[in-house]
């Protein structure tokens, strides 16, 4: 369920008049609320009561919605045994209801009678058509509440003249990877997953296309396989350093955070793991692999999320492009804007030459470009001083907007959707099969008769059809 679906079960249905009066009186809703479901459905996502229903909560109640918070989905009972656990009596010799009725009353009475849970039954479907109500109740904790959740670890102001922060800025030293002259990694090989190199004029981060998400999400992958625990049922689903992530993003200009102020949360997440790993070290590690920035002050050691500026800045394109020639633009490395260097990759043809990253225009990249990458000031910039780059651009301002027609081309459509994958894979080397949309594919004519072997081949039958033709 989503959240408005939720919300609505929730009204509507699922929660008693007793429920609503105690909802009304804690967060001080309109007395109106108590005569129409719609009303209170109307008003429960507002702030209106939210932080006096937090205040009367205690520090592992809090900590708890902080970790429904960071999971952002739905749940169901078994996980509030992570707050609860003294009311859950173990796991033989009970039915489902007989475990989890008394963790159900205090969440009811404790977190969704002040307010702050949504809480719905779950529609009985095939997956759980022999479940009982109470193993398809499902909770989550509202978004429009997470910026009124007292702070999940304590904020330290450090704004003192002298105070030195240590950061790496490990993506910036990452790109120096492309420079290296070295054999294009072995598809197959497991080493290729952080790889960046350059293959037929495209930048690839492994085996996808190089965006600055994907470089985040590889240093933020090497940190989270630095800090392990063993998986059991009863922890949260989220990581370690997905936790320490969370609990800092809290943080404002100037704040810091010590890494004992993390633990509490860790604690509430991981219930079942008799010994966690050092969450100094943790934050330590997130420093070292470029995630986290960290200073020192009266003898402790702050840490903070490590904020990366991927924009222009103050930066002008002629600081980091030098136009060598009329074919190619060379790149300085040690200070494009990461976003400048995924636009330009996506747009242009890459290649290493004399040591130094280069690029070429391409037209049909830049032709599938938005609108808002051929406004931005890089790509207007290398339309004036770039012949290449205005003799495309003026190319493609004066076709748009033309049909295009494609001769020799053939399309299919493949109801059959293990054919259909079967055929894409087939020809996957080639490039000749191009999945269009939902049921059919394209390719050219003399490519005909190999498509008809695998078909008939498959046990399928091959059916030509005509423009007068309606099926």
């Given at each position: 369920?989503?959240?408005?679906?939720?919300?609505?079960?929730?009204?509507?249905?699922?929660?008693?008049?007793?429920?609503?009066?105690?909802?009304?009186?804690?967060?001080?809703?309109?007395?109106?609320?108590?005569?129409?479901?719609?009303?209170?459905?109307?008003?429960?996502?507002?702030?209106?009561?939210?932080?006096?229903?937090?205040?009367?909560?205690?520090?592992?109640?809090?900590?708890?919605?902080?970790?429904?918070?960071?999971?952002?989905?739905?749940?169901?009972?078994?996980?509030?045994?992570?707050?609860?656990?003294?009311?859950?009596?173990?796991?033989?010799?009970?039915?489902?209801?007989?475990?989890?009725?008394?963790?159900?009353?205090?969440?009811?009475?404790?977190?969704?009678?002040?307010?702050?849970?949504?809480?719905?039954?779950?529609?009985?479907?095939?997956?759980?058509?022999?479940?009982?109500?109470?193993?398809?109740?499902?909770?989550?904790?509202?978004?429009?509440?997470?910026?009124?959740?007292?702070?999940?670890?304590?904020?330290?102001?450090?704004?003192?003249?002298?105070?030195?922060?240590?950061?790496?800025?490990?993506?910036?030293?990452?790109?120096?990877e492309i420079l290296e002259t070295k054999k294009?990694?072995?598809?197959?090989?497991?080493?290729?997953?952080?790889?960046?190199?350059?293959?037929?004029?495209?930048?690839?981060?492994?085996?996808?296309?190089?965006?600055v998400k994907r470089l985040k999400g590889w240093?933020?992958?090497?940190?989270?396989?630095?800090?392990?625990?063993?998986?059991?049922?009863?922890?949260?689903?989220?990581?370690?350093?997905?936790?320490?992530?969370?609990?800092?993003?809290?943080?404002?200009?100037?704040?810091?955070?010590?890494?004992?102020?993390?633990?509490?949360?860790?604690?509430?997440?991981?219930?079942?793991?008799?010994?966690?790993?050092d969450i100094r070290s943790a934050c330590e590690?997130?420093?070292?692999?470029?995630?986290?920035?960290?200073?020192?002050?009266?003898?402790?050691?702050?840490?903070?999320?490590?904020?990366?500026?991927?924009?222009?800045?103050?930066?002008?394109?002629?600081?980091?492009?030098?136009?060598?020639?009329?074919?190619?633009?060379?790149?300085?490395?040690?200070?494009?804007?990461?976003?400048?260097?995924?636009?330009?990759?996506?747009?242009?043809?890459?290649?290493?030459?004399?040591?130094?990253?280069?690029?070429?225009?391409?037209?049909?990249?830049?032709?599938?470009?938005?609108?808002?990458?051929?406004?931005?000031?890089?790509?207007?910039?290398?339309?004036?001083?770039?012949?290449?780059?205005?003799?495309?651009?003026?190319?493609?301002?004066?076709?748009?907007?033309?049909?295009?027609?494609?001769?020799?081309?053939?399309?299919?459509?493949?109801?059959?959707?293990?054919?259909?994958?079967?055929?894409?894979?087939?020809?996957?080397?080639?490039?000749?099969?191009?999945?269009?949309?939902?049921?059919?594919?394209?390719?050219?004519?003399?490519?005909?008769?190999?498509?008809?072997?695998?078909?008939?081949?498959?046990?399928?039958?091959?059916?030509?059809?005509?423009?007068?033709?309606?099926?």
């Amino acid at each position: 369920m989503n959240k408005d679906e939720m919300l609505k079960r929730m009204c509507q249905f699922g929660l008693s008049q007793a429920d609503i009066k105690a909802i009304c009186k804690i967060r001080d809703l309109p007395p109106a609320c108590l005569k129409s479901r719609d009303l209170f459905q109307h008003n429960f996502l507002n702030d209106t009561g939210i932080e006096k229903a937090m205040a009367s909560l205690d520090e592992r109640q809090t900590l708890f919605l902080h970790l429904l918070n960071v999971a952002g989905e739905e749940t169901d009972i078994k996980f509030f045994t992570h707050l609860y656990k003294e009311a859950y009596p173990g796991g033989y010799g009970y039915t489902f209801n007989d475990k989890y009725k008394v963790v159900f009353n205090k969440v009811k009475t404790e977190l969704i009678r002040k307010g702050l849970l949504l809480c719905a039954e779950d529609q009985k479907g095939w997956g759980n058509r022999n479940t009982t109500v109470l193993e398809r109740q499902r909770f989550m904790f509202p978004t429009d509440f997470s910026h009124l959740l007292p702070l999940p670890a304590d904020p330290v102001l450090i704004d003192k003249p002298g105070d030195k922060i240590e950061r790496k800025d490990v993506l910036r030293d990452k790109l120096a990877e492309i420079l290296e002259t070295k054999k294009a990694p072995d598809p197959q090989s497991d080493s290729v997953q952080g790889s960046l190199h350059i293959k037929n004029g495209t930048l690839l981060l492994g085996k996808s296309l190089f965006t600055v998400k994907r470089l985040k999400g590889w240093n933020r992958s090497r940190w989270s396989s630095s800090v392990r625990l063993d998986a059991r049922s009863g922890n949260s689903r989220l990581s370690p350093v997905e936790i320490i992530s969370y609990a800092l993003s809290f943080l404002k200009e100037r704040e810091w955070a010590v890494p004992d102020d993390i633990l509490p949360l860790w604690k509430i997440a991981y219930p079942t793991v008799t010994k966690l790993p050092d969450i100094r070290s943790a934050c330590e590690k997130g420093w070292k692999y470029g995630c986290l920035e960290k200073t020192t002050s009266d003898g402790k050691t702050f840490y903070r999320l490590l904020r990366i500026d991927t924009g222009m800045g103050n930066r002008k394109p002629e600081d980091f492009l030098s136009i060598k020639n009329d074919d190619f633009i060379e790149i300085d490395l040690s200070c494009i804007p990461l976003d400048t260097l995924e636009r330009l990759c996506g747009t242009c043809n890459m290649s290493i030459r004399q040591g130094r990253l280069t690029f070429q225009p391409d037209l049909v990249k830049i032709s599938h470009a938005s609108e808002e990458i051929r406004e931005a000031p890089t790509f207007v910039w290398l339309q004036k001083h770039h012949q290449a780059f205005t003799k495309i651009v003026r190319a493609i301002n004066k076709r748009e907007g033309k049909t295009v027609v494609h001769n020799n081309l053939m399309i299919a459509r493949i109801r059959d959707l293990s054919l259909k994958v079967l055929l894409e894979k087939k020809f996957t080397d080639t490039k000749q099969v191009v999945s269009l949309s939902e049921e059919f594919i394209s390719f050219p004519v003399n490519l005909l008769p190999e498509i008809q072997k695998v078909v008939t081949k498959s046990g399928h039958a091959v059916k030509f059809i005509d423009a007068n033709d309606n099926d």
